[in-house]
């Protein structure tokens, strides 16, 4: 049985980081496209980053890319997603997804990803 499981939740200042993981069980996570995507009120969920099975080439939206950084231990079958230099706008429900489909992975639509963990909440204010 696929699971995903996030932690990581926090209140954070602009300017501050976080990190975030996703631990999952029931498949090899090297074998699966990861991805990361948030959902803040009101808004639709979109994608942060993701990390190909095959080779680990990793894809950022533009609003993280430079700030966030996805990684994974295969050995503790967890994914990570660094924050830095948190903004207001970053504030949102952030989930894990992964997908059997093999390639490059892409997050541009959230239903290409079959497995969901349940989200973590990610705060930035002062």
């Known amino acids: 049985q696929v699971q995903l499981v996030e932690s990581g939740v926090g209140l954070v200042q602009p300017g501050g980081s976080l990190t975030l993981s996703c631990a999952a069980s029931?498949?090899?996570?090297?074998?699966?496209?990861l991805a990361w995507f948030r959902q803040a009120p009101g808004k639709e969920r979109e994608g942060v980053s993701c990390?190909?099975?095959?080779?680990?080439?990793?894809v950022y939206a533009d609003s993280v890319k430079g700030r966030f950084a996805i990684s994974r231990d295969n050995v503790k079958n967890t994914a990570y997603l660094q924050m830095n230099s948190l903004k207001p706008g970053d504030t949102a429900i952030y989930y894990c997804?992964?997908?059997?489909?093999?390639?490059?992975?892409?997050?541009?639509?959230?239903?290409?990803?079959?497995?969901w963990g349940k989200g973590t909440q990610v705060a930035v204010s002062s």
């Open positions: 990390i190909s099975p095959s080779d680990g080439s990793t």
């Open positions: 029931g498949f090899t996570l090297d074998y699966y496209a």
């Open positions: 997804a992964t997908t059997k489909a093999g390639g490059v992975c892409y997050i541009t639509d959230p239903a290409d990803y079959d497995y």
